[in-house]
């Protein structure tokens, strides 16, 4: 079964980049995806201590605001990693003040997710999984 999950996940990448000419948000997101560890290498160093938080898209993002804004309270010394998804979430939140670095999260890729968590190595990770409307 991992197989055929990793195998779609090249054919999505593949396919948002035959896309991505023609969609300006897809284009964000390439484009957005593809600096993500460059981002995060730049803002973070090995001894910094990090919270990760993750929203899809810009509602998880507005849902999980109140959690984020009391863990920031709670830890302090802390920095906060805020990933997205969606351009959309992004591109409105990416200078918040609630979080020290704003990326987009790479495709799921089994080296993409490793080399994510060995620069981010967070201590506590906040995945707001679904937005009400």
């Known amino acids: 079964m ?3 999950y990793n195998i779609g996940i090249h054919l999505t990448h593949f396919g948002l980049e035959c896309v991505s000419p023609f969609n300006s948000k897809i284009r964000k997101g390439n484009i957005g ?4 560890f460059d981002i995060l290498k730049n803002k973070l160093t090995k001894n910094d201590k990090t919270l990760w938080f993750h929203c899809a898209s810009l509602g998880e993002y507005e849902q999980g605001l ?3 804004k009391a863990l920031r309270q709670h830890y302090a010394n802390h ?6 998804f969606s351009p959309s979430g992004y591109e409105i939140r990416k200078h918040t003040p609630i979080a020290d670095v704003v990326v987009y999260l790479p495709l799921d890729t089994k080296k993409n997710a490793k080399l994510f968590l060995d620069i981010v190595n967070p201590e506590l990770t906040v995945f ?6």
């Open 128 to 133: 707001v999984k679904y937005d009400i409307w």
């Open 2 to 4: 991992s197989l055929l």
């Open 79 to 84: 920095k906060i990693v805020l990933s997205f």
């Open 66 to 68: 109140p959690v984020f």
């Open 33 to 36: 995806r593809s600096n993500t």
